[in-house]
């Protein structure tokens, strides 16, 4: 099994999230200063280059404003298998 940063699914995750952020009309400054993290933080992850745990990721998708249950369902939907490098 390939390292989940790596995965199809978590770089789907990671896109969902880019596409919330940028619907929601704000810069990664903008999301970084509403979690109290440095904009690298946000980089890092949109990237790839730093992986969320389960707490970041229902902070980062609460404040997008967004329903990290929807997220979640549209990368449980997705196709397993295979690295996204």
């Known amino acids: 099994m390939p390292k989940s940063v790596f995965s199809k699914r978590y770089k789907l995750l990671r896109n969902l999230l880019v596409v919330e952020r940028k619907s929601a009309g704000l810069t990664q400054q903008q999301l970084a200063a509403r979690l109290g993290k440095p904009q690298s933080f946000v980089s ?42």
Not at 46 to 56: T, V
Not at 67 to 75: E, H, N, T, W
């Open 44 to 85: 890092k992850f949109e990237l790839g280059e730093r992986r969320l745990d389960a707490i970041e990721f229902l902070a980062v998708a609460r404040a997008l404003g967004a329903d990290p249950y929807a997220i979640l369902r549209k990368v449980e939907r997705a196709p397993r298998g295979g690295t996204a490098r």
